[in-house]
């Protein structure tokens, strides 16, 4: 038996009366849930190491920020948390020197009397990305009398003693002329 597929008005009609699937809705906005849970979760156990890793070189100071680094904070039941610090292994000295100053900026960022204690692990610390690469300026080249005179002047000289002596004359030249007299 051969069935007839319906005409474009039949579709129409059919699809206008009945759905066979509901219209699918799009999810919620999750920060809208996700944003009341982190509160309740910052409120409760506090920012951690994360947050004090972004700030480390403010709080540590940049000579000892490049030898330690936040690894946890340790909630204590008395109240207050335990700072953990990996520190490599010749700053742990220093670090236990300036404890009280470590604790006190710490607490500057976290709040008053968020950190109690220091704890100190001897271990090796993640290199932190440098601050920002010095851009190296290219000076200009020399114009070519000066290239020739410099070239003549040196034209008596052994090969490498000239090419040495033609790359020091022209870095002393290339800085005469980027100094105004």
Request: zero cysteines; hydrophobic letters at 40%.
């Amino acid at each position: 038996m051969k069935r007839t597929l319906p005409t474009l008005e039949e579709a129409r009609a059919i699809l206008a009366a009945k759905r066979t699937r509901p219209q699918r809705r799009a999810p919620p906005p999750v920060g809208r849930r996700l944003g009341k849970l982190i509160k309740t979760l910052d409120e409760r156990f506090g920012q951690g190491a994360g947050g004090l890793q972004a700030h480390w070189r403010e709080i540590a100071g940049e000579a000892l920020a490049r030898s330690t680094q936040p690894m946890r904070l340790i909630k204590q039941k008395t109240g207050g948390a335990t700072l953990e610090i990996r520190v490599d292994g010749p700053a742990a000295a220093l670090i236990q020197h300036q404890a009280p100053a470590i604790l006190s900026r710490a607490n500057l960022f976290l709040g008053e009397g968020a950190v109690t204690k220091l704890r100190i692990v001897q271990g090796p610390v993640r290199a932190a990305a440098p601050a920002k690469k010095p851009t190296i300026r290219r000076r200009p080249p020399l114009d070519a009398a000066r290239e020739a005179s410099l070239a003549q002047g040196l034209a008596a000289a052994d090969p490498p003693l000239k090419d040495a002596l033609m790359k020091l004359g022209r870095e002393v030249l290339r800085r005469e002329v980027s100094r105004p007299h």
